[in-house]
Nanobody, 114 residues
Framework: QVHLVESGGGLVQPGGSLRLSCAASGSGVSPNAMGWYRQAPGKQREVVAVITSGGTTTYGDSVKGRFTISRDNAKNTIYLQMNSLKPEDTAVYYC????????WGQGTQVIVSS
């Protein structure tokens, strides 16, 4: 069983920045990939950014050039640096861990509003 704990969400003004963290515990093996997904009210969950075990990163079209995913293998933690935030980035952000089985964190709320 893998336990994921997200942190770093909050309220930020448009144009501002936030950094999300996701710490993984409980697994004796490394994931094939970890990533961030988000779900806004009334919308489907969508991919934000994914980083594979080999370090390859992919981003959703709406966040390319503004968000950066990174990882610290020693801490079993991934990060999402979010810059130039827009009101449409408002959502609950979920951490994802994948290796045959997929695990999800509980989510952290991000609100972009003036």
């Amino acid at each position: 069983q893998v336990h994921l704990v997200e942190s770093g969400g909050g309220l930020v003004q448009p144009g501002g920045s936030l950094r999300l963290s996701c710490a993984a515990s409980g697994s004796g093996v490394s994931p094939n990939a970890m990533g961030w997904y988000r779900q806004a009210p009334g919308k489907q969950r969508e991919v934000v950014a994914v980083i594979t075990s080999g370090g390859t990163t992919t981003y959703g079209d709406s966040v390319k050039g503004r968000f950066t995913i990174s990882r610290d293998n020693a801490k079993n933690t991934i990060y999402l640096q979010m810059n130039s935030l827009k009101p449409e980035d408002t959502a609950v952000y979920y951490c994802n861990w994948r290796r045959i089985v997929t695990y999800w964190g509980q989510g952290t709320q991000v609100i972009v509003s003036s």
